[in-house]
């Protein structure tokens, strides 16, 4: 297709213009991480309208939601709130005293603990969930009409793999590989750090002992050669036949690797260290 045919947007404009100016660097990066945030900034204020029409924040909408998927008649403590939304105490308490002020939600305490607060919703806030799910996913699939079916599935999976580089997948499973790995993103880091050539690559941080990945002679330091996400890992052991061969940068050595899979099933939880974004697989 002629080039020309292609329409361009706001991020075609400001690469043009420092392709102008800065020839010499590689911007390509940019054309991704601004699209996501200038699309996520369109998405977000087309949601909010619809939630503001329902008398709810954004933040208070994610409340009521999640009571919905993971509450009972019993009730979920506040610690599983928080957990389940990724917010400190004190901004949970905040949404919960607006949610009651509302009508929406009620506290009750748990008579298994005394220290514990039950949340559930009201009848009231059970009604507004049925009202606003159903036109709230009208309204996502309304802002995503610009892609057809195949579209959004190569989407969502290119999504997904970005996703669990930061996240690990769920659950983990055993038995595992043994590996504990730094994503490409945070190996990258990592060996810039200590002045190693950067390479888009799975890193090992830490390998079990009596695993799998151990009996291979994997070692700490080692770069999955060819493997830049936990999803091309998960793809390469779909792909083999029993053993898996891996190509590993060892310092300036590259060598391979066969690991016996036998039974192993392979997932990846992050390790929850923050900053370094490791991965027990």
């Not at 019993?74 to 939304?85: A, K």
């Not at 390469?236 to 310092?251: F, P």
């Not at 990846?268 to 370094?276: F, M, Q, Y």
Request: net charge negative; glycine share 8%.
């Amino acid at each position: 297709m002629d080039a020309n045919c292609v329409p361009r947007d706001s991020v075609d404009a400001l690469l043009a213009s420092w392709d102008e100016r800065r020839p010499e660097l590689d911007f390509a990066p940019v054309g991704v991480i601004s699209r996501l945030a200038r699309v996520r900034g369109h998405v977000d204020r087309e949601l909010n309208e619809l939630f503001e029409a329902h008398g709810l924040s954004a933040a208070n909408f994610g409340v009521l939601v999640t009571l919905a998927r993971i509450g009972d008649e019993r009730g979920v403590s506040q610690r599983q709130l928080m957990d389940e939304l990724g917010l400190t105490s004190g901004t949970i308490s905040v949404r919960m005293d607006r949610l009651v002020e509302l009508g929406l939600i009620e506290r009750k305490p748990d008579p298994e603990s005394k220290r514990t607060t039950l949340i559930t919703l009201t009848a009231r806030g059970r009604e507004l969930f049925e009202r606003i799910v159903p036109a709230h996913l009208a309204n996502e699939r309304r802002l995503l009409a610009a892609l057809g079916d195949d579209e959004l599935q190569t989407l969502a999976g290119l999504l997904r793999k970005l996703l669990v580089s930061f996240e690990g997948s769920r659950p983990a499973a055993h038995p595992r590989l043994g590996l504990t790995l730094a994503p490409a993103h945070a190996a990258i880091a990592l060996r810039d750090a200590v002045g190693l050539p950067s390479l888009p690559a799975l890193l090992v941080r830490g390998v079990e002992a009596d695993s799998p990945a151990f009996a291979a002679g994997l070692r700490t330091g080692d770069v999955l050669h060819d493997l830049r996400s936990i999803a091309d890992l998960y793809a390469a052991i779909d792909a083999a036949s029993g053993d898996l061969s891996l190509r590993v940068l060892r310092g300036v050595d590259e060598l391979t690797v066969t690991v016996a899979l036998d039974d192993v099933t392979v997932s990846a939880a992050s390790t929850g260290r923050g900053a370094r974004d490791e991965h027990i697989v």
